[in-house]
């Protein structure tokens, strides 16, 4: 079993920056890949960004590249991802998500096994 909590969510004004927290604990050990998903209001829950837990890999979706950065902090067990240039449409509740079985696409949701309450993001125009 893996626990996952997220937090660092907030309210910010459009092109403001906030850093998302991912603590992971129990057996973190197992963990191949975290990443991070987002789901606005009446929308389907989407792939933002993914990181190996070794640290050598890495992957985002298009809409944030150049804007975000996904890194890891193995001493802590801890996933961040750093959001610059946050813009309204960026507004949703984002998750974390620990995969422990090795292969699958990084973008699916389905390939993780672990989930994370979730912490609100609002961008204000």
């Known amino acids: 079993q893996v626990q996952l909590v997220e937090s660092g969510g907030g309210l910010v004004q459009a092109g403001g920056s906030l850093r998302l927290s991912c603590a992971a604990s129990?057996?973190?050990?197992?963990?191949?890949?975290m990443a991070w998903f987002r789901q606005a209001p009446g929308k389907e829950r989407e792939f933002v960004a993914g990181i190996s837990w070794s640290g050598y890999s890495t992957y985002y979706a298009e809409s944030v590249k150049g804007r975000f950065t996904i890194s890891r902090d193995r001493a802590k067990n801890t996933v961040y991802l750093q959001m610059n240039g946050l813009r309204p449409e960026d507004t949703a509740l984002y998750h974390c998500?620990?995969?422990?079985?090795?292969?699958?696409?990084?973008?699916?949701?389905?390939?993780?096994?672990?989930w994370g309450q979730g912490t609100q993001v609002t961008v204000s125009s």
């Open positions: 998500g620990a995969d422990v079985n090795i292969g699958g696409s990084w973008t699916r949701q389905v390939v993780y096994d672990y």
């Open positions: 129990g057996r973190t050990g197992s963990i191949y890949i």
